[in-house]
């Protein structure tokens, strides 16, 4: 079956740009153009009110948020409008313009939507209207992919990842943005090798990076770094300021302990054999949770970090634990 494009389609002219040749155009292409405007404020109130499924919306540079006024051929109210307000809609906007100057001018910045995005079409180029029917095609089927998706929907989650990755020098986010797209297609192939890399490309490089901020004590390994922020009385050092909030201090320890015991594969004495669970269940749901309980500790920690950049005054918030036994023995004496 074809597939169908719904669009919405503001322009001032929109009388000779939509003809006969044009519709006849998009109707080959599976263009279908549910309405037009004139002005922003209708068209605002159309795609508030409709339940028609719409693909994108076409807007204009110059055109007005109201009434239409003649001593105002470059007024761009409608689209300045318009870019407050595209983030408010599942669809795309895309900008059918002849103005070139608009993304680099003194006024680029408030229709950065626009050509961030890679969603501008010239109408006076030699093939406008094809290009348009290109770019509605394109920018459609971009947001209806998978990776689309995901980068929209965890997008806090990602650029958390990437902030992380570049104090840290890390991988963390082409990992977990992987793991995240074939978890969505249910694709995940061999889920449990995938355990040893978020141990030591997520869970290690918060240790490296939290250890280069006095966060931690430094050259912990992965389970030490756990005791520590756990308070466990396995731990070297004692916290005196807390760190962690106790239910991330739980989901660190659960993160910890599974992802070692299904980074071992089918070895003897393993306490979860997390590996041959996922080999005999063909089941990724218990790397779906690891993943998702990693990027919560991702977050949690570049939003301590971001709190809490000062080495030397991170450093006072724990001591080593001889230490706290020779000052209880000196207090004794």
């Known amino acids: 079956m074809k597939q169908v494009y719904n669009i919405v389609w503001a322009d001032d002219e929109i009388d000779s740009l939509y003809d006969e040749l044009t519709e006849k155009l998009f109707k080959a292409e599976g263009i279908n153009v549910l309405q037009t405007f004139v002005n922003a404020k209708s068209l605002k109130e159309f795609l508030n009110n409709t339940k028609i499924p719409i693909h994108a919306v076409v807007v204009d540079a110059n055109f007005p948020w109201d009434e239409f006024k003649a001593n105002k051929e470059q007024d761009r109210m409608g689209l300045v409008k318009v870019s407050q307000w595209v983030e408010n809609f599942n669809y795309p906007f895309i900008l059918f313009t002849k103005r070139y100057d608009l993304i680099s001018g003194d006024e680029a910045e408030q229709f950065d939507y626009f050509s961030s995005n890679d969603q501008i079409v010239y109408k006076n180029s030699s093939d406008g209207i094809s290009a348009l029917i290109d770019k509605i095609k394109t920018v459609v089927t971009l947001r209806n992919s998978t990776e689309w998706k995901i980068d929209n929907l965890y997008r806090k989650e990602l650029e958390c990842c990437k902030a992380l990755d570049k104090i840290g020098k890390g991988k963390s986010y082409p990992l977990i943005r992987s793991l995240l797209i074939e978890n969505r297609t249910n694709s995940v192939i061999g889920a449990e090798i995938y355990l040893n890399a978020l141990r030591t490309d997520v869970i290690e490089l918060i240790n490296s990076v939290a250890a280069k901020y006095g966060i931690v004590p430094p050259d912990l390994t992965i389970n030490e770094f756990s005791y520590f922020l756990c308070d466990h009385k396995n731990s070297k050092f004692q916290i005196v300021t807390p760190i962690m909030d106790k239910a991330l201090t739980g989901l660190l320890e659960y993160v910890v302990k599974m992802t070692q015991d299904g980074s071992h594969g089918k070895e003897s004495g393993l306490r979860y054999r997390i590996h041959d669970y ?10 779906q949770s ?10 949690r920690f570049m939003t301590y970090l971001s709190d809490h950049t000062d080495k030397e005054i991170n450093e006072t918030r724990w001591v080593q634990k001889k230490m706290v036994d020779n000052n209880a023995a000196t207090l004794h004496t």
């Open 278 to 287: 996922i080999q005999k269940n063909k089941d990724t749901l218990i790397l």
């Open 290 to 299: 690891l993943l998702f309980a990693i990027m919560e500790l991702v977050i």
